[in-house]
């Protein structure tokens, strides 16, 4: 799988304690919906606090810039970091 791949399988990934999650299959996992808040709130490094476990980095930092409304699936516009909406958009497309 390319770089990119969303698979959890890059090249640094041998070398973590946990293996990020297989990213292709969130949809699957989820009885075939994309469950695009959760996954918004797991980028963003929204936990619910459960901090203690979590693994993965906070991106909330990177996130910061240009607000658009975006559905994320409640059918109401929200106004939503853009480079958080791409992220959630890029994940979609890698759905299997
Ligand atoms: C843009 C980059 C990333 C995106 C979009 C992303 C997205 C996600 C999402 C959506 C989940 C939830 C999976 C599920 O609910 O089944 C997840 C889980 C996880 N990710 Fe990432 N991730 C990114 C980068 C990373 C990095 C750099 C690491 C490790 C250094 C990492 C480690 C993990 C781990 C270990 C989990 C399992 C849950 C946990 O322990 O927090 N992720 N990721």
């Known amino acids: 799988m390319p770089r990119g791949g969303g698979?959890?399988?890059g090249e640094l990934a041998a070398g973590l304690d946990k293996k990020p999650a297989d990213l292709t299959g969130l949809a699957a996992r989820?009885?075939?919906t994309f469950p695009t808040t959760r996954v918004m709130a797991q980028i963003w490094g929204y936990t619910g606090g459960r901090d203690g476990d979590?693994?993965?980095p906070k991106f909330?930092?990177?996130l910061d810039g240009a607000l658009v409304p975006y559905d994320g699936g409640d059918g109401i516009m929200t106004p939503t970091p853009v480079r958080l909406v791409e992220l959630a958009e890029y994940l979609k497309v890698l759905q299997k």
Request: charged content about 25%; glycine content about 24%.
């Open 54 to 56: 979590r693994v993965m």
């Open 30 to 32: 989820n009885g075939g």
């Open 60 to 62: 909330s930092a990177l």
């Open 7 to 9: 698979k959890g399988d």
